[in-house]
């Protein structure tokens, strides 16, 4: 051993080498199975454990934990989801035995929903954004003992990817939040390819232990919602509408950036949108969000520089992930979370978003149905209409015989102050707190009328009436993208009206 002194002026105190103190190397973090994995994460009654939802209504991995988990006799876990689909039905059953007691998550539907509805979950469930649960698990709100990550393909030592596999999902933005400050991460694949790993998307320092399966999910459900655009002509008029909208507010020039959720009349207005930049030969900078094969069609066309993407919506997306370095990933925190300084929602020029219900100042509700079943959550929602410097709201006035435009929503997911626009198919409303907004779209030609004129209009319209809103305990908390609480969510009792 060489003789070094014990402190050094201008290093400090010195700690010599010892050649027996250093950990063995690591040559594999492949476990047998999960149970191995579980127990190597040293997981008890508790326990917060995260799942990410890119294989979207196709996911295998979520039940598959969780009867492990059930399996060893662990309760009142907390299920950290970013997003539970009708897939995760079993997870009802694991609320029954008491093995899952805690949920949080940016939306949920399906059997989940109803559940959480009727009073199943013992404590609130807590709908965040995602940005808002990026910023939480960064601000150690939201503390995770155990990530597990649905890996489309890795190798032994955790380097990961989406894009190659049989279950291949595209780009792994939520999990990436995850990875980084989970006590434990486990990757769970169906494919180990050999080290390193092609097109690593998660690299190994951020994994702890790989277990392989034999099947991770089935990747036709990650097309789970409507993802063309819509060809009706109620969708197509509103769509025509809403790309006028942007038109008249002088956004729509070369840089234009650009973002719309996965449904059809959203779709509708991308398609028209699309037909006006051909024709003004404007060139757009970026498509951002949940990305589909008609944002694709748009990129390969020239209309965009680039797709900003936080999880493929549909296959086709996937392939252009795999294929075209113009196609990039995000974090969900680098998505939307509104601590950064600087999240892509906010460099959003427009941004066009969907409605359960819209109320007389303009607040958006994407959570409940008119009876008050938890339907879904903001996901990006919230995030974007706070990000976007225009945020439009398209719907219909009425759906299922219930009215759309109402007094007050039942649910308050996205507040009022940060919608511009909404479009619908009787007419414009813009906030009144944007008038030199609608001064500009009279300027274009676009008649306008007040959110109460639309209310009205969906009032008549309706063929049934909104139920009266659920009285019992508080199941549901909405949290805003900062953490301040937006609305709660009550228990829907016994002989409560359902829509």
Known sequence: MRDLPEQIEGYGAVRAHDDSSGPAPCRSKLLADLDAAIAACALSDGATVSFHHHLRNGDAVLNMVLDRLAARGLKNLHVAATSIFPVHAPLVGHIRAGTVTRLSASFISGPVGEAISHGLVPHPVVLRTHGGRARALDMGELQVDAAFVAAPAADDMGNLSGRVGPAACGTLGYPLTDVEVARRVVAVTDTLVPFPAPAIDIPQGKVHHVVAVDRIGDPSGIASGTTTPATDPVSTRIGDTAAAVIAASGLLSDGFSFQTGAGGISLCTAAAVGRLMTEHRVTGSFCAGGI?????????????RALMDVQCFDLAAVRSYQSDPRHQMMSAATYAAPHIGGAVVDRVDAVVLGAAEVDLAFNVNVTTKADGIVIGGSGGHADTAAGARLTIVTTR????????????????????????????????????????????????????CGIETLCDQATRLATRATPPSPSGRIVAVSEYRDGSVTDVIRQIEDGHRSA
């Not at 589909?292 to 965009?304: E, R």
């Not at 414009?428 to 030609?445: Q, S």
């Open 292 to 304: 589909t094969g008609f944002h694709v069609d748009m990129l390969n066309a020239g209309l965009f």
């Open 397 to 448: 006035l009425t759906a299922a015989g219930f009215p759309k435009i109402v007094p007050h929503v039942g649910t308050l997911t996205t507040p009022g102050a940060t919608v511009d626009v909404v479009v619908t198919d009787h007419g414009i409303a813009v906030n009144p707190l944007r008038p030199a907004l609608a001064e500009r779209l009279r300027a274009a030609g676009l008649a306008l």
